[in-house]
Each structure stands twice: as C-alpha cells, then as structure tokens.
C-alpha cells in the first residue's frame, strides 16, 4: 500500500504579498512617536503658562471664529 503525502502549494503571489507585510510591519515599527513629543511639547508650554498670554488666548479665539465661523 502507498502512502500520499500532503502538500500545499503556496503561490508566488502570497509569497509576495507575505513578505511585503513584513517589511510594512518593519516599517511601522521604526516610525517615530512624534505625538508622545508633542504632547511632552505641550505640557511644558502649559506649566511655563504660554497659553496664559493674551496674545495667545486671542490667537485661539480667531482660530475657533475661523473653524466655526460668526452665527449671528
């Protein structure tokens, strides 16, 4: 009696897409967390009271005019 083995066939294609998933996994990793900077950024600014001045304040209030415009 002969015995079969089994046998998958795995097509270039999938060996393709296979190994680009793994760079893009590699990619994705090696990017940097630009936000936790940001937001480290943005906690100083706000113990050092930046965002106290009044230039700013104005600054933030014609930015939130521009964004949701007059609704008179």
């Given at each position: 009696m002969?015995?079969?083995n089994d046998s998958v066939d795995i097509s270039?294609?999938?060996r393709?897409?296979?190994q680009t998933i793994t760079k893009l996994k590699t990619l994705v990793g090696?990017?940097?967390d630009v936000r936790s900077e940001k937001m480290e950024e943005?906690?100083?600014k706000?113990?050092?009271g930046f965002y106290d001045k009044p230039e700013v304040v104005l600054?933030?209030?014609e930015k939130i005019i521009d964004v949701f415009g007059d609704k008179k």
């Open positions: 002969m015995k079969k270039k294609e999938t393709i897409l296979e090696e990017i940097p943005i906690k100083t706000i113990k050092d600054q933030v209030a």
